[in-house]
């Protein structure tokens, strides 16, 4: 009599898995990339000993930006090759990347375009968030419909920069649309007069190390902005995610809202968390590196960013990847930049540092449970932009995107091991304990003990619907 074959293809044995509602021991078994049954004593053709670790879904980082054109000779240090890769080490099977449309350019154009250059490189899956920088009629009336009903439903609009920034009337109108369609607006609040207004001083005060980045943009400039997104959502009855929140006055703006009973979203990142405005103060050009807005701020703000976390402010942690060298003219070493902040790359890389550094300042030191921990890096991200229960959670039928965490690896991190396009992390040197020991993409290991084992364009684009 022959034996029956194992019922999976894959089974992950003896872990304890954490979803952002429960802990439980069992197995897993994989059939055709998706998770296809929880219980005791599976067998599949393949086995993961889980043994000791934490079985987890696997991130999901919405809030990336990657092959970004990003101002003349400039170039972003990532591609999606390098971006995803990047990803999959730092234990994430999932990254929204933003389509930006560019000026006098279509946003379908911008769609195709990043399409185009997603093809075949990704090693965990992607689905595109929409930047619009150009909110036309036929943007407004036809284009954005059309983008939503095609799985792009989420779009970010800025608030400050030149070329980038609309104004509220155009916030407004983008915003009706949002509620036509049902989509999610994304707002990068900063009140660009006032940073334009203190740029301009600092610079006629001869004051242009980038660490007067930091006092170019002050904690004023995001709550004020912050306040005026959120009134102007309530306006239009849409609901609105503030992404990378920095400070504790933008955050009770967001709580305010919130306990208004109004629908407004929050996220902040990994950099409000471990680094302050302090870290600008490198000598010659250093503090380049720590160039992101907003800006990093004090211990005070990261304490409330730390709150937002705890309390249900923040759904979301995002590492707001936005990679460019240090040591490169086309990168923070611009010539420009150096006779001014002001033309200094903005940006900073974090998308396979974001994880490990929520696990071992939080989980490990105590600051949120690891219910918290999946939640705030990969349920809330996929309930908030669409992709759930396909992605974000472990449950039957879900696809399997799981990292499996070893909660006692202690390793100090170092740029080398994250395997970005940047030359440098602005984590450099931070004691982590807990690491993600493998990450596995629809049931396919794409990284195992800091080593890549996934195929470049095994990542698909997943379109959403919210
Ligand atoms: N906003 C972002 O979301 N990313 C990088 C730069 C910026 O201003
Ligand atoms: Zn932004
Ligand atoms: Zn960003």
Not at 163 to 175: K, P, Y
Not at 261 to 286: F, H, R, S, W
Not at 345 to 368: D, H, M, T
Not at 426 to 452: C, F, H, K, Q, S
Request: aromatic share 8%.
């Amino acid at each position: 009599m022959s034996e029956r074959p194992p019922a999976f293809d894959l089974v992950v044995r003896n872990g304890r898995i954490a979803t952002a509602a429960d802990v439980f021991a069992c197995d897993i078994g994989i059939r055709d990339g998706r998770i296809a049954a929880l219980g005791e004593g599976l067998a599949g053709r393949e086995e993961i000993d889980a043994t000791g670790k934490w079985v987890l879904p696997g991130g999901i980082d919405s809030h990336v930006h990657i092959s970004q054109p990003s101002g003349e000779g400039i170039v972003m240090a990532d591609d999606f090759a390098s971006a995803t890769r990047s990803a999959a080490l730092g234990g994430n099977t999932t990254v929204l990347p933003f389509c930006m449309q560019e000026s006098g350019t279509t946003l379908r154009s911008a769609v195709s375009a990043y399409h185009a250059k997603a093809e075949g490189e990704c090693y965990v899956d992607v689905s595109f968030h929409l930047i619009i920088t150009d909110p036309s009629e036929s943007v407004l009336g036809q284009e954005l419909p059309a983008l939503v009903a095609d799985g792009y439903p989420s779009f970010k609009v800025f608030m400050t920069y030149e070329g980038l920034a609309l104004t509220d009337r155009q916030i407004l109108e983008v915003m009706e649309v949002a509620r036509q369609t049902r989509a999610l607006v994304m707002v990068h609040a900063e009140n660009y007069d006032i940073i334009r207004f203190l740029t301009d001083r600092l610079e006629q005060d001869g004051r242009t190390a980038p660490r007067y980045h930091a006092a170019s943009r002050p904690i004023i400039a995001e709550r004020e902005a912050t306040s005026r997104a959120i009134s102007l959502a309530e306006l239009s009855d849409v609901p609105l995610m503030v992404v990378h929140v920095s400070n504790r006055e933008a955050m009770e703006e967001i709580r305010r809202a919130q306990a208004k009973g109004l629908k407004i979203l929050g996220e902040t990142c990994p950099q409000y968390l471990v680094l302050t405005a302090a870290d600008l103060d490198g000598l010659n050009m250093e503090g380049a590196k720590y160039v992101c807005s907003p800006p990093p701020r004090d211990p005070a703000s990261q304490e409330a960013c730390w709150e937002g976390l705890q309390q249900g402010v923040f759904a979301t942690f995002s590492s707001d990847h936005c990679p460019f060298r240090y040591d490169d003219p086309q990168g923070k070493l611009t010539p420009k930049g150096r006779t001014s902040f002001r033309w200094v790359p903005n940006g900073i890389p974090g998308v396979g540092a974001r994880l490990p550094i929520l696990f071992s300042e939080g989980v490990v030191k105590g600051r949120i449970d690891i219910n918290r921990f999946v939640a705030v890096t990969a349920t809330n991200h996929a309930k908030v932009y669409g992709l759930y229960p396909k992605k974000g959670t472990i449950a039957v039928g879900a696809d399997a995107d799981i990292a499996i965490w070893d909660p006692e690896l202690t390793r100090t991190l170092t740029h080398d091991a994250l395997q970005d396009g940047s030359d440098y992390t602005p984590y450099e040197g931070m004691e982590i304990t807990g690491w993600p020991v493998l990450t596995m993409v629809r049931g396919r290991v794409v990284a195992r003990d800091g080593v890549l084992t996934g195929a470049k364009g095994f990542g698909q684009h997943v379109p959403r619907r919210l």
